[in-house]
């Protein structure tokens, strides 16, 4: 195998204040092990809050806001979790624009836990399999989703997972789906 598969990829981390640390940093140092390049897109600049569950954690520096991000840069999202991240981000129509441009292109997407709601809220989720937090999973369903209760489901061009426990099957998905995708950043 391959030392760094994801070598050259660019992976946009896309949250905001209140996600589930774990589920972004965990798959962001995955990444990175792997060759690639993340960047955390937040809707404002300077640092995004992370949470342990209910507990406020540590911060992360923002590396561009969605404002300044184009999908077209990018070969694949990943979507950390947590429902305060997830719920504000899926109202922001710039936010369900870079997820669908990202998916129009073919391009990998990596959701986990409450991020599917963003998938959800842009109309993406009709016919696609997938897992989330069980909490979600009439919405997923009523958006026209498969949901599933499995640590990790790979439905063509997405990888989902339920919760922090599963992130090592998450990770080892996510370096899977990118390392496959034959879609790159323009």
Same mark, same amino acid.
């Given at each position: 195998?391959?030392?760094?598969?994801?070598?050259?990829?660019?992976?946009?981390?896309?949250?905001? #204040?209140?996600?589930?640390? $774990?589920?972004?940093?965990?798959? @962001?140092? &995955?990444?990175?092990?792997?060759?690639?390049?993340?960047?955390?897109? $937040?809707?404002?600049?300077?640092?995004?809050?992370?949470? @342990?569950? /209910? %507990?406020?954690? #540590?911060?992360? =520096?923002? /590396?561009?806001?969605?404002?300044?991000?184009?999908?077209? #840069?990018? /070969?694949?999202?990943?979507? +950390?979790?947590?429902?305060?991240?997830?719920?504000?981000?899926? %109202?922001?129509? @710039? $936010?369900?624009?870079?997820?669908?441009?990202?998916?129009?292109?073919?391009? =990998?997407?990596?959701?986990?836990?409450?991020? +599917?709601?963003?998938? $959800?809220?842009?109309?993406? %989720?009709?016919?696609?399999?997938?897992?989330?937090?069980?909490?979600?999973? /009439? #919405?997923?369903?009523? &958006?026209?989703?498969?949901? %599933?209760?499995?640590?990790?489901?790979?439905?063509?061009?997405?990888?989902?997972?339920?919760? =922090?426990?599963?992130? =090592?099957?998450?990770?080892?998905?996510?370096?899977?789906?990118?390392?496959?995708?034959?879609?790159?950043?323009?």
């Amino acid at each position: 195998m391959q030392i760094n598969p994801l070598s050259g990829k660019r992976i946009a981390i896309l949250v905001t #204040d209140d996600f589930e640390q $774990a589920e972004l940093a965990e798959p @962001k140092k &995955a990444l990175e092990q792997a060759g690639a390049t993340t960047q955390i897109i $937040a809707p404002k600049s300077g640092e995004v809050q992370g949470m @342990k569950h /209910d %507990v406020k954690a #540590d911060t992360f =520096p923002v /590396d561009m806001t969605l404002d300044q991000a184009n999908p077209l #840069d990018f /070969d694949g999202v990943l979507l +950390p979790g947590g429902a305060l991240n997830a719920d504000a981000l899926r %109202v922001l129509p @710039k $936010a369900q624009a870079f997820v669908r441009a990202i998916d129009n292109q073919g391009k =990998p997407l990596a959701v986990i836990c409450h991020a +599917p709601w963003l998938l $959800a809220s842009a109309n993406l %989720v009709k016919g696609r399999t997938l897992t989330s937090y069980h909490t979600i999973q /009439d #919405d997923i369903r009523n &958006a026209g989703g498969n949901w %599933v209760d499995q640590e990790m489901v790979h439905d063509r061009n997405w990888v989902s997972s339920r919760s =922090p426990k599963d992130i =090592p099957a998450f990770n080892r998905g996510i370096i899977s789906l990118f390392a496959n995708s034959r879609i790159t950043a323009h």
